[in-house]
Nanobody, 115 residues
Framework: QVQLVESGGGLVQPGGSLRLSCSAS????????MGWYRQAPGKQRELVAR???????NYADSVQGRFTISRNNAKNTVYLQMNSLKPEDTAVYYC?????????WGQGTQVTVSS
């Protein structure tokens, strides 16, 4: 089992940047596929980006080229660097850890993009 805690959300103007962090504890972090998801009001939760234990990544089309997911296994942390933020990126962002189909979630962090 793994416990996940997100941080780094906040209010940012369009075109700005934020970096989200997700710290993990309780299990062997390096073997988990880690992902960032988001949920906007009235919408379903959607995958933003994912990184597997080998470092391969994939992104939603809507964030490709603007967001970068990375992980530091020594620090048990996964990051989401978000650049060129748009109002439509506004959502609660959740960290997810998955191992063999069993997933764990953090509590979420709010990202608001507004002028």
């Amino acid at each position: 089992q793994v416990q996940l805690v997100e941080s780094g959300g906040g209010l940012v103007q369009p075109g700005g940047s934020l970096r989200l962090s997700c710290s993990a504890s309780g299990s062997i972090f390096s073997i988990y596929t880690m992902g960032w998801y988001r949920q906007a009001p009235g919408k379903q939760r959607e995958l933003v980006a994912r990184i597997n234990r080998g470092g391969s990544t994939n992104y939603a089309d809507s964030v490709q080229g603007r967001f970068t997911i990375s992980r530091n296994n020594a620090k048990n942390t996964v990051y989401l660097q978000m650049n060129s933020l748009k109002p439509e990126d506004t959502a609660v962002y959740y960290c997810n850890g998955n191992l063999d189909g069993v997933g764990y979630w953090g509590q979420g962090t709010q990202v608001t993009v507004s002028s």
